[in-house]
C-alpha cells in the first residue's frame, strides 16, 4: 500500500470516528435509541435480509450476463460467489477500491485468458447500475421535488447527488465520443479521468455488439434498485415510529448515492448523518431513531458480508497456487479499478 493509499485509509478513519462520535456522544440519545431497540419489532428484519439476498442474487446475474456477451463461460454459481466474496471485501478492504478489485482479480485467475474482458465487464456492470439508478432518483426526484426543494438544508443534498450524475454521464458520452470519433490517440494520459474515460470508450467499443446483454443489465439493475429500497423500507419497518415506506424512497437515493463516495469507511458515519438530517429535516422523524434505521439497515449488509467471508474462506480459485503472486497485475488491475470507483461510485 503506498503513501497515498495509507493516507486516504487513514483519513476515512478519521471522517468515520468523528462522525461516530458525533452521533453517539450524547448519554440522551443513547437511551433513546436503547429503549427504541428494547421495543423494536425484528421480525421485519427477516423479509429484509431476504430482500438484499435478492439485490446480490441480481447483482451477480447482471455480471454473468455481460461477461457472457464476452464469451466468458464461468458458470454462474461461481460468479455467484464471487459477488459474495466482493461484499465481503467491500466492507473490510480498506481504501476506495472495495471489493471490485477482489473479485475482478479472482474473476481473471478463473479465465486467464480473458482478463481485459473480465475488467471490461466490471466497468460496463458499474455503469448500468448507476445509469439504473439515475433513471430511478430521476422519477422519485420529480415525485418528490417540491418537498424536497422546500428545505434550504436538503438542497445541497440534491445538488451533490445532481454534480454526481452528471460528472458520471458526462464520462460516458465523453468515451462514447472517443470511441466513435477515434480520438484515444490525441488525448493527453494527464488529463482528469483520463483512465475512466478510456475504460468506458474500450467498453462501448466491446459492448457495442450486444447492446441485448447491456439492455438486461440495466433491466435488472432497476429490479436490483427496488429490492434495495425493499431491504432500507422493511429495516424501518422494525421500529415504532418509524417514517414510513414512501419516505424512505424519497431519501434513500441520496444517501446511497452520498455515502458510496470514498469518504468513510465502507460509508459508515457518512449514512447514518444523512439519514439522521433527512428524515428529521422532511419527516420530523427523531433523529435518533433515523440512526437506528440506518444502522438496521446497513445490518442487513454486514450479514451477508459476513457470509461471504464464509464463502471466501472455502472458496478455492482456478489456479490458486499463482493467485496474488503476479504484482504487476495486481498493481494494474487495482489501479483500473480505481479509476472506475472515482468515476462512478454507485
Known amino acids: 500500500m503506498n503513501a497515498k493509499k495509507i493516507l486516504t485509509t487513514l483519513l476515512q478513519v478519521a471522517v468515520t470516528s468523528f462522525l461516530l462520535w458525533m452521533l453517539f456522544h450524547d448519554p440522551v440519545k443513547r437511551h433513546q ?36 456477451a464476452q464469451n ?34 479472482f474473476a481473471m485467475r478463473e479465465a486467464p485468458k480473458s482478463k481485459s474482458a473480465v475488467l471490461l465487464s466490471i466497468v460496463v456492470d458499474r455503469a448500468t447500475g448507476m445509469f439504473a439508478l439515475i433513471l430511478i432518483s430521476a422519477g422519485i426526484f420529480l415525485h418528490f421535488y417540491s418537498q424536497l426543494m422546500a428545505l434550504p438544508i436538503i438542497r445541497p443534498f440534491l445538488f451533490t447527488v445532481g454534480f454526481i450524475f452528471a460528472a458520471f454521464l458526462g464520462l460516458v458520452v465523453s468515451g462514447i465520443l472517443i470511441d466513435r470519433l477515434k480520438l484515444a490517440s490525441k488525448l493527453p494520459s494527464k488529463m482528469p479521468g483520463y483512465a475512466a474515460i478510456m475504460d468506458i470508450a474500450r467498453a462501448f467499443s466491446v459492448y457495442a455488439r450486444s447492446w441485448g446483454s447491456v439492455a438486461a443489465a440495466v ?24 417514517p414510513g415506506a414512501s419516505a424512505m424512497i424519497s431519501v434513500v437515493p441520496i444517501v446511497n448515492t452520498i455515502s458510496a463516495l470514498p469518504i468513510s469507511v465502507a460509508g459508515v458515519g457518512v449514512r447514518e448523518s444523512l439519514f439522521s438530517v433527512m428524515l428529521h429535516s422532511l419527516y420530523g422523524t427523531p433523529k435518533e431513531l433515523a440512526v437506528l434505521i440506518s444502522l438496521t439497515g446497513f445490518s442487513l449488509i ?13 472458496y478455492r480459485p482456478a489456479n490458486a497456487s499463482e493467485a496474488f503472486t503476479d504484482t504487476s497485475l495486481i498493481a494494474q488491475t487495482e489501479g483500473q479499478i480505481e479509476a472506475e470507483e472515482l468515476s462512478s461510485s454507485a
Open 219 to 242: 433491466a435488472l439493475s432497476v429490479a436490483l434498485n427496488v429490492f434495495f429500497f425493499a431491504s432500507a423500507i422493511f429495516a424501518s419497518f422494525a421500529f415504532s415510529g418509524n
Open 72 to 105: 466468458i463461460t464461468l458458470p454462474f454459481s461461481r460468479v455467484y460467489q464471487l459477488s459474495l466474496i466482493g461484499m465481503f471485501f467491500n466492507l473490510c478492504l480498506p481504501g476506495g477500491v472495495g471489493g471490485d478489485f477482489v473479485k475482478v482479480f
Open 302 to 314: 454486514v450479514a451477508w458480508g459476513l457470509l461471504g467471508g464464509i464463502v471466501y474462506l472455502i
Open 33 to 68: 435509541m436503547r429503549e427504541a431497540l428494547s421495543v423494536a419489532h425484528l421480525g421485519w428484519l427477516l423479509p429484509g435480509f431476504l430482500s438484499f439476498g435478492v439485490v446480490l442474487l441480481l447483482s451477480a446475474l447482471r455480471w454473468f450476463l455481460l461477461m457472457r
